[in-house]
């Protein structure tokens, strides 16, 4: 019987021993393919062969990793379901709570808004602020803070210009540099590029603001928090222009 039994206990080590390794190789071919690329999450796809992969930034796509093929489209049901964006949906929510615990556990909403520039429209929040992660560049941005600019709310705006913009560093210290943030940022999202000399103090800004983006994984922008004034809490977290989820707090604001 005790023989049994160390058998028993030998062949449960060695079946988890051969599933440890399992997913190590999964892993392993998989950056083979995207060696560059870090991997969140991945998983077996509804395509035979392809594996969900899944990044940190809210997107995912699939890979092949014996062919070496990688497929960014859409799954779709004969249905008109998007499998896709099903998932992707489900990611982003789980990132946005693992996100929105980290920040009330690791900082104040002062730590936040210290290194942001405070802007006032019509006759500010009356229950709850909102910090965005914008780059002057960006369409999407630009669609967050045309839709601000309407309303009475405080924003805290933090820059965080994206390599992928070859302008944006540069607007983001000239919007830092001037004298009235606010009508500056609007001029730029008007195409109209004001001549203002670059100051050293907008240099330091700039990098305390990309130094938070960096330590709270803002990988995209528009990134929102939304601020509940009377709690002084961080309560939500919005990615990208998502005007319909704004608006559920902003609602409440006037």
Not at 52 to 81: A, C, H, R, S
Not at 138 to 161: G, S, T, W
Not at 170 to 196: A, F, Q, V
Request: proline share 3%; with cysteine.
């Amino acid at each position: 019987m005790k023989k049994h039994f160390l058998g028993l206990i030998v062949a449960s080590t060695l079946l988890l021993a051969n599933s440890d390794s399992k997913v190590d190789y999964e892993l392993q071919l998989l950056n083979s393919v995207i060696p560059n690329t870090k991997i969140s999450r991945y998983e077996p796809s509804e395509i035979q062969g392809f594996y969900k992969v899944y990044l940190d930034n809210g997107n995912l796509f699939y890979v092949n990793p014996f062919n070496k093929l990688l497929v960014f489209g859409e799954i779709w049901t004969n249905k008109g379901f998007s499998i896709t964006q099903n998932d992707k949906s489900k990611w982003q929510s789980e990132l946005s709570q693992t996100i929105l615990k980290s920040l009330n556990e690791d900082y104040k909403v002062e730590d936040l808004t210290k290194v942001a520039k405070k802007i006032t429209y019509g006759k500010g929040s009356n229950k709850y602020d909102f910090l965005i992660f914008t780059d002057p560049e960006c369409p999407y941005c630009k669609m967050a803070e045309e839709y601000f600019e309407k309303q009475n709310v405080n924003l805290y705006v933090v820059f965080i210009p994206l390599s992928l913009h070859k302008n944006a560093k540069e607007w983001s210290l000239k919007s830092l540099s001037s004298k009235d943030i606010k009508s500056t940022m609007k001029e730029i999202r008007e195409g109209n590029i004001p001549d203002i000399k670059i100051t050293e103090n907008a240099k330091t800004d700039l990098k305390a603001m990309e130094e938070l983006g960096t330590k709270i994984k803002v990988n995209g922008t528009p990134k929102i928090i939304v601020i509940d004034k009377k709690a002084n809490k961080v309560i939500d977290t919005i990615n990208g222009a998502n005007i319909e989820a704004i608006e559920k707090y902003q609602k409440e604001n006037h």
